[in-house]
């Protein structure tokens, strides 16, 4: 199965992740973002970051899990490449991991600067699999 396509936008891009898991369509969605952000094949796995976000419906708790991961990057300047879903409870409380190094110009070349996950036309939904659509401010 494939992880994830890029849905190309009139102003902004977005990704479509698909999972045979919610974990897994949470995880495919933020490695989907950082595809966008930077080639993944440059990054290390060099540090991992403990991620806990919490929210009352899964679309809004993915929305706190990519923008959690957003300002991690911004911050700490790091940039991901393997973002593991350890712990989903009630579709409201996830708990990760996240795997990446400090951005090292030299290697990783941007494509695109995410501001931020949006909520136009979020759906997280679930068929015969797992299916999730997210839209990123640029």
């Known amino acids: 199965m ?32 950082f ?7 440059t990054v290390r796995e ?13 679309e809004d ?19 991901f490449k393997k973002l593991k ?3 989903l409870k009630d579709e409201r409380f996830l708990e990760a991991k996240a795997c990446g190094e400090r951005i090292d110009l030299r290697r990783h070349q941007f494509e695109i600067q995410i501001k931020g996950c949006t909520y136009h036309e979020l759906r997280v939904e679930k068929d015969k699999t797992w299916r999730a659509q997210v839209i990123f401010d640029v």
């Not at 060099?46 to 899964?58: A, G, I, L, P, S």
């Not at 929305?63 to 940039?79: C, D, Q, R, T």
Request: aromatic content about 10%.
């Open 2 to 33: 494939k992880r994830f396509d890029i849905l190309e936008h009139t102003a902004d891009v977005g990704i479509v992740a698909y999972g045979k898991s919610l974990k897994e369509v949470f995880e495919n969605t933020a490695l989907g973002m």
């Open 35 to 41: 595809s966008l952000i930077v080639d993944p094949r």
């Open 46 to 58: 060099r540090v991992c970051y403990d991620v806990r976000v919490e929210n009352e419906e899964k």
């Open 61 to 79: 708790l993915l929305v706190e899990w990519l923008n959690e991961l957003l300002y991690i990057f911004e911050v700490n300047k790091v940039v």
């Open 85 to 87: 879903a350890l712990r």
